[in-house]
């Protein structure tokens, strides 16, 4: 095995894999790739433990941009990301997103709307009477409007999205290794060398910082501050005695709680009970969200999900960007060769397709060329600049 790459990345989860897949897959790109992964079961990883979905109704025209062009990977995923003819059905459900919006919120949803729309995605904003027409089981009484994604929204198959560009990356010559990186070292001005657990000092050409929850940690090896901490959320699988019918959606309710299809279950959570970070192994489901924020809400909206069974729950991270809440990437301003792809804030899995080819197109010819992210640079963190988004959730 090589002892210098031209590119090494750390983390091998969606963003990692995405990176080495578009690099590898690129014909201008000759040079080689290794991904350290410190946990290569995966459980743990934002990427299995998110709730893969993709949605077009963001409020900044390029976070639009970044998840259409997510949609449009997970729809020929299976062919681009094929080997020998083998390739992986995602099994996108493209129910779209419903957001629901209260009398206060509706003059921006319609802005919002009309910025999703100029850009082609598919969004409609309807009535409280053509949303109970749409979505039957539910109450409307309180809500103004809601905007509903008709097409290119909705949720797949994460851990498949990860594998299948980690797999066909490898099989295009990537390598693979698991390994913790310990320490990185700065010489003239750039990352000369990886420094792993097991011993290993590798050289390098570029490093591409793909360790979700921990990027801050990795960053803080060269002495960056960045401002991206695991935040916890909570995510419970509930049964219902009498399941809503129909084409249903992600919905986002007027409290923040949100609420979604998976089999004959639903899957469900809302914003933390206490805000704030947490520590990177801390793993623990804090029950309580879904007795006083999640069931509360969900049983006011629909008389179907007053009566329901917790059948499951699990927690994972978001890589939370405590600065303003949306993706760094880019290469860091004196650093040359040191790449962000960071900070997601809950929105990583539907934007690693986007970012893994950014930062792809960064390294192999030192500028953007499909999509211009130049507005999500670290730079903006330096200058007190935050990249302006009006739909977090």
């Not at 996108?92 to 629901?100: S, T």
């Not at 797949?156 to 390598?175: I, P, Q, T, Y």
């Not at 050409?205 to 916890?232: D, E």
Request: proline fraction near 4%.
């Amino acid at each position: 095995m090589n002892e210098y790459y031209d590119v090494v990345i750390i983390g091998g989860a969606a963003m990692g894999s995405s990176a080495a897949f578009f690099l590898m897959e690129n014909s201008d790109f000759d040079g080689s790739v290794l991904i350290v992964e410190r946990d290569p079961t995966f459980e743990r990883s934002s990427t299995a433990l998110s709730l893969s979905s993709v949605r077009h109704q963001f409020t900044n025209p390029l976070n639009v941009r970044i998840s259409q062009f997510g949609t449009e990977f997970i729809r020929e995923f299976r062919e681009r990301t094929s080997i020998e003819g083998h390739g992986i059905d995602l099994s996108f459900q493209e129910n779209g997103y419903l957001f629901l919006w209260s009398e206060e919120y509706v003059e921006n949803a319609k802005a919002q709307v009309a910025v999703q729309n100029s850009l082609g995605a598919d969004i409609v904003l309807l009535s409280p009477q053509n949303t109970k027409e749409f979505f039957p089981h539910l109450r409307v009484d309180d809500i103004a409007a809601a905007s509903f994604g008709r097409s290119g929204e909705g949720w797949f198959d994460n851990v498949g999205l990860m594998d299948g560009m980690r797999r066909k990356a490898c099989s295009l010559g990537a390598e693979f290794v698991a390994d913790e990186v310990v320490g990185l070292e700065l010489l003239s001005g750039r990352v000369a060398n990886v420094y792993a657990a097991s011993g290993r000092s590798i050289g390098c050409g570029a490093v591409i910082n793909a360790s979700g929850p921990r990027c801050a940690h990795i960053a803080g090896m060269l002495g960056i501050a960045l401002p991206v901490v695991p935040q916890k959320r909570s995510v419970f699988v509930i049964d219902c005695q009498r399941s809503p019918v129909g084409r249903l959606p992600l919905m986002i309710d007027t409290t923040g709680v949100f609420c979604r299809p998976e089999g004959s279950y639903f899957i469900c959570g809302s914003e933390p009970l206490v805000a704030g970070d947490t520590d990177v192994d801390d793993f623990e489901v804090v029950h309580e969200e879904f007795e006083e924020i999640i069931w509360p809400a969900l049983a006011a909206r629909s008389e179907n999900f007053e009566s329901v069974k917790v059948v499951n729950f699990w927690a994972g991270h978001y890589a939370f960007n405590l600065f303003d809440q949306n993706a760094i990437v880019g290469a860091h301003p004196e650093i040359k060769n040191f790449f962000f792809v960071n900070g997601f804030s809950g929105h990583g899995i539907q934007q690693s397709p986007a970012m893994g080819r950014a930062i792809s197109e960064l390294v192999a010819y030192g500028e953007y060329r499909s999509l211009d992210l130049s507005a999500m640079g670290f730079d903006r963190v330096l200058s007190g600049i935050r990249f302006s988004e009006g739909a977090i959730i």
